[in-house]
């Protein structure tokens, strides 16, 4: 249930990083607010998202109907599981898709893939949602 690209430490570390920096420019800015407040709500927005991602991931992790579970970052992604070989031209994307948005959930996966990109606004109760709904198919 990891990238196995990119470790969850190695993204951290990254994170530091980007905010090391952006302290930084906030230092030679003389402190601004305004950018500062906007920073902090992105790094908490990724770590709900990444949070829920993980604890849905390892909730699934022994579903039958999905394998492959990853997560990077924001990202979360998975293969439908179906008798036809995996891959982009799958033809279970119909099924997924039509499914979906029948549900109103809007994904758009690549043959039996599919993956979860919310933007850092989406609320906990519509993540929720969409998992439900993937875990319908």
Same mark, same amino acid.
């Given at each position: 249930?990891?990238?196995?690209?990119?470790?969850?430490?190695?993204?951290?570390?990254?994170?530091?990083?980007?905010?090391?920096?952006?302290?930084?420019?906030?230092?030679?800015?003389?402190?601004?607010?305004?950018?500062?407040?906007?920073?902090?709500?992105?790094?908490? +927005?990724?770590?709900?998202?990444?949070?829920?991602?993980? +604890?849905? +991931?390892? @909730?699934?992790?022994?579903?039958?109907?999905?394998?492959?579970?990853?997560?990077?970052?924001?990202?979360? +992604?998975?293969?439908?599981?179906?008798?036809?070989?995996?891959?982009?031209?799958?033809?279970?994307?119909?099924?997924?898709?039509? @499914?979906?948005?029948?549900?109103?959930?809007?994904?758009?996966?690549?043959?039996?893939?599919?993956?979860?990109?919310?933007?850092?606004?989406?609320?906990?109760?519509?993540?929720?949602?969409?998992?439900?709904?993937?875990?319908?198919?």
């Amino acid at each position: 249930l990891s990238n196995s690209r990119v470790s969850l430490d190695l993204q951290r570390r990254n994170l530091d990083v980007l905010n090391e920096i952006n302290r930084l420019k906030l230092e030679q800015d003389k402190i601004n607010n305004r950018l500062e407040g906007v920073i902090e709500s992105y790094e908490l +927005a990724f770590e709900q998202i990444q949070k829920s991602h993980q +604890a849905w +991931a390892d @909730k699934m992790k022994h579903s039958t109907k999905f394998s492959t579970i990853r997560i990077f970052g924001t990202i979360l +992604a998975m293969e439908f599981v179906s008798d036809e070989k995996s891959g982009y031209l799958n033809s279970n994307r119909d099924y997924i898709y039509e @499914k979906c948005l029948s549900e109103g959930v809007l994904l758009r996966p690549l043959g039996n893939t599919i993956y979860i990109m919310p933007p850092y606004v989406i609320s906990e109760k519509e993540l929720q949602k969409i998992y439900s709904v993937i875990e319908s198919l």
